[in-house]
DNA sequence: CCTCCTGTTCGATCGCTATCGTACAGTGGT
DNA sequence: ACCACTGTACGATAGCGATCGAACAGGAGG
């Protein structure tokens, strides 16, 4: 239990390396999280805060979101300021499951909710 | 509801074509599923019925995991008498998803409930 | 210092689904 | 006809996880 400041350098983030399979089929089951990585897609790296997603669900359910798929090895976030940057960890993510996320991103959107 | 003996010719079987990445990737996050698909990798189309899969839960539960991953397009079924024999949906479902089958057949069995 | 903004944590709820035992339905052999 | 075998259908249960509102925790700016 390292306490710092609780955000300073670095969060937790899962080495992609040992995610196993089951974690990351379970991260990319969701529809928000694969909407999440969609709209992260094409995006400069961290140029997004977790408040800029035009997601269907509450803040705590983001928040929850963010988490699964920090330790799932699909994002890697870093803080500035009071807000938390995200980067699609697509490299490192592909090298460990070749062409997984590659389905996700091409998916089209058919998420009704969100959309409107 | 076409009566026919119940079980005749074919069963009802997802398009490949039509299975969306939602209902692929819930198919794929169980793990007894995916330990189905592997037993069925590199063994002879047809050359297994239901009941000789190794698997740590029921047969009701297997029926019912089987149900899925066919209705997933992941494996075609096939009445031969009193048994149900599977064949790995392999190419329709690469097309479908390319690569994604091929990460789970490549993952090591992990499973030690069922393999003792 | 206080206020606003961003995101997390907590506790609770609700729905889905994996699970099971049992009963049922075909098929094949005797 | 009967029985053994294979798989499905049904009803019930349990646990996980997605969801929310509210409270909390830092940072930025006045």
Known sequence: MVA???RSLGLQH???ARVTLQDALHALADPVRRQI???LDGE???SRACGTFDLPVSKATASHHFA??????LLEQLDQGPRRLNR????EFDARFPG????VLAEPAGDPVSDG
Chains 1, 2 share one sequence.
């Open 88 to 91: 699609l960890r697509r490299a």
């Open 44 to 46: 400069p790296d961290f």
């Open 37 to 39: 990585l969609r709209a």
């Open 68 to 73: 699964v798929l920090r330790a799932a090895g």
């Open 100 to 103: 997984l996320l590659a389905l």
């Open 4 to 6: 710092r400041s609780r």
């Open 14 to 16: 899962a080495e992609p």
